[in-house]
């Protein structure tokens, strides 16, 4: 395990491994979106990781998609942000707040009275979402944002990132995939804009570009991130072409690697796009300069080979997170990893989050 636990550097933050912890939605927070004592446990408990990436957490009222998820939108917001970044800075971890707009992938039941659903386009994804007060119910139909307003979300990523930092976060990372809004920009088939932020492949990448700036403006690329996973297919994403995914992110790449991002987080699986065939840490490491985060399906093992190997620079763990809190001292020993509960995933409570974890 040298390799995985050896110490290095995502931009300005310096960490003393590269197991990173990738964020998890856990439906923890209070219904309104505020962090509760419960989430500082968690993620106190979870200190020793080189780096956590929380959650993620809507930059405003309208970004809320889930139930009991965070919302980082003004200074009320500070004072249970700051007892989750503290109890991290405690135990000598660091941690970075992940930005996520869910735009369409978003029930009204699931947020504060009268607030709407946004997309880059009026389409509505196909699927469920699970709400409290109603079950399981169909996403909203979403109204697509004009031009102004798209500016205006930008803005919200740029206030986030602030607050982010006034609550004591090392960093922010953009949730740029898994059918988001950063992602429903990105696609082809959802986003039929015919304005600057639409239409062509540069009018397409405009917004998560322009977020990215906005972010790296306020706080600083040594501190900002990105996540992606071209070609996933997640809340009903489509791209006309498989051709479009590769086009689209390698523009995407380009654009922003003058930027100089402290890290790029890649998940390496896309199944699920027809005809798709793209090697996406491949691709991250030819046009990403700084360090290269890879996620999905590693063990401590397979962790440690690939950044022997150069795929990358350090290594996420999600699932493995859940029932081993300890898991950076565990692959330094070499212990067996306990077993999560899929059953307390997003339940309320400390069942499964910071009592009783294995199954
Ligand atoms: C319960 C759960 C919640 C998740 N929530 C998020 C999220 O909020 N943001 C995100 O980027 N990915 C989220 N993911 C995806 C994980 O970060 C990760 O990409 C995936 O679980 C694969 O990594 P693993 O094989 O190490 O579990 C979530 C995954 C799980 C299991």
């Known amino acids: 395990m040298d390799a995985l636990l050896s110490p290095g ?22 219904v309104a979106g505020d962090a509760t004592e419960l989430m500082a446990a968690h993620y106190g408990a979870r200190a020793t990781a080189g780096l956590i990436v929380t959650e993620g957490i809507a930059p405003s009222e309208v970004g809320k998609g889930y139930c009991r998820t965070p919302v980082l939108d003004g200074p009320q917001r500070l004072d249970g942000w700051r007892r989750v970044t503290d109890a991290v800075h405690a135990g000598g971890g660091r ?3 992940q930005a996520m707009h869910c735009g369409r992938v ?43 307003e ?47 932020y639409g239409g062509t492949v540069e009018g397409r990448i405009r917004f998560p ?15 900002t991130g990105l996540r992606i996973c071209p070609g996933n297919p997640f809340n009903d994403l489509v791209d006309e072409r ?25 998940i390496r699986r896309h199944e699920g796009t027809p005809g798709l065939v793209l090697d996406n840490l491949a691709m991250a490491r030819e046009l990403h300069d700084g360090m290269l ?6 063990d401590g093992s397979s962790a440690d080979a690939a950044i022997a190997a150069g795929e990358c ?47």
């Not at 985060?293 to 590693?298: F, G, K, L, R, T």
Request: charged letters at 25%; one cysteine or more; aromatic letters at 8%.
């Open 9 to 30: 550097r995502f931009g300005d933050i310096e960490v003393p491994n590269r197991v990173v912890m990738a964020p998890m939605t856990r439906s923890r927070a209070t």
């Open 293 to 298: 985060i890879a996620n999905d399906s590693y």
């Open 95 to 97: 941690i970075v707040a």
């Open 150 to 196: 798209v500016r205006s979300v930008v803005d919200e990523y740029r206030r986030f990132a602030a607050l982010a930092m006034d609550a004591g976060f090392d960093g922010v990372e953009v949730h740029g995939t898994s059918g988001y809004l950063p992602a429903q920009f990105l696609c082809t088939g959802t986003n039929l804009r015919t304005d600057t």
């Open 209 to 223: 570009v322009e977020v990215l700036e906005a972010v790296a403006g306020e706080i600083g690329a040594g501190r």
């Open 313 to 359: 620079g350090a290594v996420s763990f999600a699932r493995h997170f859940l029932a081993n809190p300890d898991l950076v001292d565990r692959f330094g020993a070499g212990t067996a990893l306990e077993r999560f509960d899929a059953r307390t995933l997003y339940t309320p409570g400390p069942e499964g989050y910071t009592v009783n974890l294995a199954r």
């Open 242 to 266: 498989p051709g479009d995914v590769e086009e689209t992110f390698r523009a995407l790449l380009t654009a922003i690697r003058p930027l100089g991002l402290a890290w790029l987080h890649v």
């Open 106 to 148: 978003a029930h009204a039941a699931n947020k504060a009275p009268g607030v709407e659903t946004v997309a880059p386009s009026a389409i509505r994804a196909e699927g469920d979402m699970y709400t409290d007060a109603e079950g399981m119910q169909p996403f909203d139909d979403p109204r697509a944002l004009t031009t102004d």
